[in-house]
T-cell receptor
Framework: RKEVEQDPGPFNVPEGATVAFNCTYS??????FFWYRQDCRKEPKLLMS???SGNEDGRFTAQLNRASQYISLLIRDSKLSDSATYLC??????????FGKGTRLHILP | DVKVTQSSRYLVKRTGEKVFLECVQD?????MFWYRQDPGLGLRLIYF???????EKGDIPEGYSVSREKKERFSLILESASTNQTSMYLC???????????????FGPGTRLTVL
C-alpha cells in the first residue's frame, strides 16, 4: 500500500454541485494533515489544516477518520474558480512529510 | 504577504554541469524546504533546513546538496546534473514551532529545470 494515495481524477463536476474526495494514508502514527491547492503551472498553497474534530471554512469542510486512515475534503456549492489540483499532505511521526499526487478537479459551467 | 522567490523560472543545463538553485524568503521563517515535483510522482522532499547551517535529508537527497548560510536563503546544488534530474523544483518556507514540518508551508513559484 502506498504511503499516501489520492484518486487522480479528473473529477468533472457541474458548477454548484458538491464534490468530495479522499486521501488515504498507510502509517497509523501519522500526526498532522493538510490540504493544499495547486493551480495549473502555479505553486501549491495551503487550503486547510485538518483537525481531529473536523473543520470548516466557508464552503470547504475537512475531516479526519483515524480508524479508516483517511482525510476528506468536501466542497459545497462549487465555483468555476475551484478548478485546481488538490494535494493532501501527511506528516508522519518520524518527521516525514508525504504529499499525495493530487486530485484534479474541473468545475463545469 | 509571505513571499518566497526562486532565482529562475526556467533553466536549461547540460549533463555534468554544476547547477545552483536559489531560494529567498522575506518572512524571517526558520524552516526552508526543497522539493521536486514530477508527473505521476507528486511532490517529494529533497532536503530541508530548520536553522542557519542546519540541514536534514528528505526522501530523495541523492545527487543533491544544500546550503543555508543566511536565514533567508536556501540553495539547492546539483553537483553534476543528470537527465533524471529534469524536473520542477519548488522551494518552501515555514515558521518554526514544534517541528519543521508541522506548520503551513509557503511555496515559491518553482524552477523548471531541463538537463540535456
Amino acid at each position: 500500500r502506498k504511503e499516501v494515495e489520492q484518486d487522480p481524477g479528473p473529477f468533472n463536476v457541474p458548477e454548484g454541485a458538491t464534490v468530495a474526495f479522499n486521501c488515504t494514508y498507510s502509517n497509523s502514527a501519522s500526526q498532522s494533515f493538510f490540504w493544499y491547492r495547486q493551480d495549473c503551472r502555479k505553486e501549491p498553497k495551503l487550503l486547510m489544516s485538518v483537525y481531529s474534530s473536523g473543520n470548516e471554512d466557508g464552503r470547504f469542510t475537512a475531516q479526519l477518520n483515524r480508524a479508516s486512515q483517511y482525510i476528506s475534503l468536501l466542497i459545497r456549492d462549487s465555483k468555476l474558480s475551484d478548478s485546481a489540483t488538490y494535494l493532501c499532505a501527511v506528516i508522519q511521526g518520524d518527521d516525514k512529510i508525504i504529499f499525495g499526487k493530487g486530485t484534479r478537479l474541473h468545475i463545469l459551467p | 504577504d509571505v513571499k518566497v522567490t526562486q532565482s529562475s523560472r526556467y533553466l536549461v543545463k547540460r549533463t555534468g554541469e554544476k547547477v545552483f538553485l536559489e531560494c529567498v524568503q522575506d518572512m524571517d521563517h526558520e524552516n526552508m524546504f526543497w522539493y521536486r515535483q514530477d508527473p505521476g510522482l507528486g511532490l517529494r522532499l529533497i532536503y530541508f533546513s530548520y536553522d542557519v547551517k542546519m540541514k536534514e535529508k528528505g526522501d530523495i537527497p541523492e545527487g543533491y546538496s544544500v546550503s543555508r548560510e543566511k536565514k533567508e536563503r536556501f540553495s539547492l546544488i546539483l553537483e553534476s546534473a543528470s537527465t533524471n534530474q529534469t524536473s520542477m523544483y519548488l522551494c518552501a518556507s515555514s515558521f518554526g514551532g514544534e517541528g519543521p514540518l508541522y506548520n503551513e508551508q509557503f511555496f515559491g513559484p518553482g524552477t523548471r529545470l531541463t538537463v540535456l
